[in-house]
């Protein structure tokens, strides 16, 4: 995959070879709504990249909560164990609207970064994230469907000195 | 008719229809980690609820054949207590809710 930087659908040009030695060739666009994650050893912070597809989240329609609500559930780690659990909403309604493409990144190297770890913590070394439309409500009667992280999220891990 | 009815009847009682919704069959808790069991389909999502009802963990497995298993890591703070869990299908719907008891380690001392 490209830079998060650089797009935000990826163009895959697939050939198949038939029994006949004829081959097919189809183009398809992969539409991106992604998160990656940094680790800034000078601060002992992480921030987070959002990569937002305007047409496939609002259909090219201004930002709005009750379509698509992003949220960051993170984990942080330390050797292995679960020491802290957040939600963080991803204030996202000016980039969104704001956006000239139907899509576009906040990049974690950026300005626009969301900072997720803020060294609060000492020892962590290890931190999952995943992307979710709405928060987890222990009292609601469904949970958030998860758009971008499988298995144990997107993980990142560093050494501490 | 009276019979046949009779017979969809206890096999509908019998067999109940198959419904691949997930669902958590059995917690454990064993050596400060916890461990859940179910059935389902594909990729699920299960979050683990603390004391307060907030999220604890959130992670997805993947039912294989009908069954999933996954051992959590251990988390570091838990309290002795009943902590909730909840197993959706990956967009969050068709919700199966559990309980797991947390126990204290029990600890053996050697009097010589």
């Known amino acids: 995959m490209p830079p998060l930087s650089e797009e935000a659908t990826t163009t895959v040009t697939l050939t198949l070879e038939l029994n006949d030695n004829t081959t097919i060739t189809k183009t398809i666009n992969i539409i991106r709504t992604a998160i990656e994650l940094t680790y800034f050893e000078e601060t002992n912070t992480v921030k987070a990249g959002y990569v937002a597809h305007k047409a496939y989240l609002y259909n090219n329609q201004p930002h709005n909560d009750e379509i698509f609500d992003a949220y960051l559930q993170v984990m942080l780690y330390r050797d292995n164990k679960v020491v802290e659990y957040k939600q ?4 996202d309604e000016d980039f969104i609207n704001n956006l000239e493409e139907d899509s576009g990144a906040m990049e974690s190297f950026s300005d626009k970064g969301i900072e997720i770890f803020k060294g609060e913590i000492e020892g962590v070394n290890k931190i999952s994230v995943f992307l979710t439309n709405g928060p987890i409500d222990f009292n609601s009667d469904v949970l958030p469907s998860i758009e971008f992280g499988i298995g144990s999220g997107v993980t990142l891990e560093w050494v501490n000195d | 008719m009276k019979r046949m009815l009779l017979v969809i009847c206890s096999i509908l009682l019998f067999f109940p229809i198959y419904v691949s919704a997930a669902t958590i069959t059995e917690t454990s808790y064993k050596n400060g980690r916890i461990t859940i ?3 389902g389909e594909g990729e699920l999502q299960l979050v683990l609820f603390g004391l307060d009802n907030n999220p604890l963990y959130l992670t997805t497995v993947t039912a ?7 051992t959590l890591p251990e988390i570091v703070g838990l309290e002795p207590g009943t902590y909730t869990i909840k197993v959706a299908d990956y967009d969050g719907k068709n919700v199966s809710i ?3 008891e947390v126990k204290l380690n ?3 001392i050697n009097f010589r």
Do not use: L, N
């Open chain 1, 88 to 91: 963080i909403q991803i204030d």
């Open chain 2, 37 to 39: 069991k179910g059935t």
């Open chain 2, 64 to 70: 294989e054949d009908g069954e999933f298993s996954i």
């Open chain 2, 98 to 100: 559990k309980t797991v």
């Open chain 2, 106 to 108: 029990k600890r053996s």
